[in-house]
């Protein structure tokens, strides 16, 4: 796929220097003090040369614009800024080259870097950063603020009064170049030298990365303050992609690859430059521009920013042909014809060769297979165990044999009274008169309150704090909204289960029965029903309104604890696991009761079908949708896997393995709501939470991570995630006592949810947003006096947050 289009033999190594190249150019010093351009669509053209500098050049780069093209080139006497058109004009006149000097001792300068319109350059030496002007020999300013060496500088592409630096001291600094300050300086970010910076225009991006393989992207928001997103370590990512690719290898029966002859080399990032989208290319390659090329010592990385996950990696030893096999330098361009070049200096040999790579040939490396989709392709299967049915028996009545049949005594349930005890009657009979009759009636009244109303598809995130409700001092495991919104069930951990009102107003009911605490509960469908399950391998099903439970699955029934327990199949099933068994049970529920024989339960249970995983691992979460009719059952197993179920033919229909570094402790498909409606290929998308590895976000269609979620702290506890029904933001528990809010669509959180008293563990957002008039309207005076605002009664989008003792009602006012 690299092809070497032009090698170059230099009469000095060059492994160290900074080589200029462009869509169109590429050059390199020749004897030191002089230049050749050459030409990367006609290598085989005569080179273009320049001389002016009477010192070594030792750093060399082209402009931004395709118009003229310029060319900048450093040395310790001088600072020259070509046009190259111009001076290929003059050589054909046999006339000689000349630029413009725009800086003079300026010292030593190892990289140069234009802005974006071509009207500045930044020049790096020593500790200082050189702002000059690219017309003129004029210094417009000099920054100084390192501690060591800067190592490169780049100008912000949409705002070129704002420059980055990168340092030896292993911080970067962010300078307003209106007023020469520092807007933004980093930490100190790794034990090694910063070497490369690179913004990424397309997601306000800044990404930098260190002589160690270390990356790191951060947010670059209009205040210049830097919020890291996410971090990367090449040799990590690296690794991670051997061993899946020797997975996958090992499924499709081929041959393990020897690692005998395997050597680890250090990985700097060298340079970084963005991946354009395939535009001639059927499947969908690219859907959010987050790829990003690396140039390293040892070859090329091509990197998602969206998962930090490494998509390929094409290494110059898997290249015979090549000149090289270990680079010094990299100078990358990418061009207009999907493809991109790469000027790359020899790291030992005296070498320079001009690679060139087509994208769509990335595109044929990272092409997937057909996934599954949540939504049936095909009727159920004659021997599926979806077509389980439970008989019920008839209730049998046993016929009395002969015998005098007792006869009641009158004719009628109820004997009207004679009379004889009562007042006698002073007031005869008066007709009602003049009674004006109600236009709606009270059953009217009543049920408009339970019209469904649209969920606001274009509502903000929430933010504004307006409940905060002490439950217990036992932490609160989970929690789940009821269908329509208005009720919302607490899992404990003193094994009980607390029934609120959405609106955390009033005792809630409680619960009692488990003898440890309450890991996880589910709501039916008709929210007739809902279940419990606990540590003390017991699951609960409840009758709303009952204090009693309707079933109970005991403890001789299962070996481990009972994992995600739900109901399944638009609650035909019981669906969950145990161990590493998934179970799917019959259910009929029935509260009826006799007074005299109340242990009895009525209610009936049946097995219908018990799979295994794979690998015989224990299942740590699972989920399914029950709002309509999927096969498809998604679970986690403590060796870190993600397992597709296809309930319709009881078998793993796929595995995706070292799906986080850590077993995955939650999965949560996107469901939506009765009250939403998004798009069919939305509720393909599901994430997963482990400890240390964060939030990742997944697509079933094509089983591959889409995007990654980790500016949140989960370091030892099972902090939950959830999606908001509109399917636009992801909410997630942290153990910095916050909870956080992203955008599906940007790795970068969008709020954070501070002022709680301990770990957020649970998240969840209210399906529904009910009008409910009296408490909307003392809802909008509070967040008038909280806002300083005038928010009409309009719809309002909810968040649910349960940390360890208390419960958090968020609200945010969809329009002002």
């Not at 080139?73 to 006149?93: F, G, H, M, N, T």
């Amino acid at each position: 796929m690299m092809i070497e289009k032009l090698r170059l033999a230099c009469d000095r190594p060059l492994s160290h220097r900074q080589l200029a190249c462009c869509h169109s150019y590429c050059g390199i010093p020749l004897h030191g003090k002089d230049m050749s351009i050459y030409s990367n669509v006609h290598t085989e053209q005569k080179p273009l040369p320049l001389s002016g500098h009477h010192g070594e050049i030792s750093a060399m780069t082209f402009g931004k614009g395709s118009r003229p093209v310029l060319l900048c080139s450093a040395s310790a006497d001088y600072i020259i800024v070509w046009d190259i058109e111009l001076c290929q004009k003059r050589v054909k006149e046999g006339k000689v080259a000349a630029g413009i000097v725009i800086g003079t001792l300026l010292g030593e300068v190892i990289h140069l870097s234009f802005c974006f319109s071509d009207q500045r350059v930044a020049a790096c030496s020593g500790a200082t950063v050189f702002i000059l002007s690219s017309k003129k020999e004029e210094v417009v300013s000099s920054l100084t603020g390192h501690l060591g060496p800067l190592t490169s500088a780049e100008f912000c592409p949409w705002n070129e009064d704002i420059l980055i630096t990168t340092s030896e001291d292993r911080t970067f600094k962010v300078w307003d170049l209106k007023t020469g300050a520092v807007c933004y300086q980093s930490f100190v970010l790794s034990a090694s030298p910063l070497l490369s910076a690179f913004f990424l225009e397309e997601t306000r991006h800044l990404i930098t990365g260190s002589t160690d393989g270390q990356v790191w992207c951060f947010s670059f928001h209009d205040d210049h303050k830097c919020h890291l997103v996410t971090k990367m370590d090449l040799q990590r990512m690296e690794k991670r992609h051997q061993i899946h690719q020797e997975t996958m290898s090992h499924q499709a029966g081929g041959a393990e690859q020897s690692t005998a002859d395997k050597v680890e080399t250090a990985k700097p990032v060298c340079k970084m430059a963005f991946c354009s989208s395939f535009s001639d290319t059927n499947k969908e390659q690219i859907k959010d521009n987050s790829w990003l090329c690396i140039g390293s010592s040892d070859g090329l990385y091509v990197v998602d920013l969206a998962t930090s996950e490494l998509l390929t990696a094409l290494y110059f030893k898997d290249y015979p042909n090549l000149s090289i096999t270990m680079a010094g330098s990299w100078s990358i361009a990418p061009r207009r014809d999907n493809s991109m070049v790469f000027l790359v200096s020899s790291l030992f040999t005296p070498y320079v060769v001009l690679l060139e790579l087509h994208l769509r040939d990335l595109g044929h490396i990272w092409a997937w297979d057909e996934g599954f989709s949540v939504f049936p392709s095909s009727p159920l299967l004659l021997e599926s165990p979806l077509n389980a049915e439970l008989k019920k028996k008839e209730p049998t009545h046993a016929k009395k044999k002969g015998g005098t049949k007792e006869q009641p005594l009158v004719f009628h349930s109820k004997v009207k009274s004679s009379g004889y005890t009562s007042a006698p009657r002073r007031i005869m009979f008066s007709p009602k008169t003049n009674i004006q009759k109600n236009p709606s009636s009270k059953k009217a009244n009543k049920n408009t309150g339970l019209l469904l109303r649209d969920y606001p598809a274009d509502s903000a995130a929430p933010t504004v704090p307006h409940v905060h409700l002490s439950v217990a001092n036992k932490p609160v495991n989970c929690l789940q909204y009821s269908g329509d919104g208005k009720q919302i069930l607490c899992g404990l951990g003193d094994s009980s289960v607390f029934l609120y009102k959405s609106s955390l107003t009033g005792n809630p009911a409680v619960y009692t029965g488990h003898n440890k605490s309450v890991s996880s509960v589910s709501w039916s469908l008709n929210r007739q029903w809902w279940l419990s399950a606990s540590e003390d391998q017991s699951l609960r099903i409840w009758a709303h309104g009952s204090t009693e439970p309707a079933i109970i699955m005991g403890e001789s029934l299962f070996s481990k604890p009972i994992r995600g327990a739900q109901f399944y199949y638009l609650d035909k099933f019981l669906l969950f696991a145990s161990g590493p068994s998934l179970y799917l049970y019959l259910y009929n529920v029935d509260i009826t009761r006799d007074d005299i024989k109340r242990y009895q339960q009525r209610s009936v249970v049946k097995l219908a079908s018990c799979l295994t995983t794979t690998s015989s691992t224990d299942i740590t979460a699972l989920s399914a949708v029950n709002d309509f009719f999927s096969y498809i059952v998604l679970l986690c197993g403590s060796d870190r896997s993600i397992q597709v179920f296809d309930m319709n033919k009881s078998t793993v229909a796929s595995e995706l393995p070292d799906a986080h570094s850590r077993a995955v402790h939650c999965i949560t498909q996107n469901k939506g709501s009765m009250f939403s409606t998004q798009a069919p290929e939305s509720y393909n998308l599901f994430l997963t939470s482990a400890v240390t590895d964060g939030v990742k976000i997944w697509d079933l269609r094509t089983l591959r991570c889409v995007r990654r979620f980790e500016n949140h702290l989960n370091r030892c506890h099972p902090c939950s995630s959830a999606i908001s029904p509109c399917g636009r933001f992801i909410a997630s528990g942290s153990e910095d006592n916050s909870a956080y809010v992203y955008d599906i669509r940007s790795s970068s959180y969008l709020h954070k949810l501070q002022k709680q008293s301990d770990t957020v563990l649970s998240v969840t957002f209210n399906p529904a947003t009910p009008e409910v008039k009296t408490f909307l309207y003392h809802l909008c005076l509070w967040l008038s006096y909280f806002l300083s605002l005038v928010i009409p009664l309009q719809w309002f989008q909810c968040l649910i947050i349960l940390n360890k003792a208390s419960v958090i009602f968020l609200y945010i006012p969809v329009s002002y």
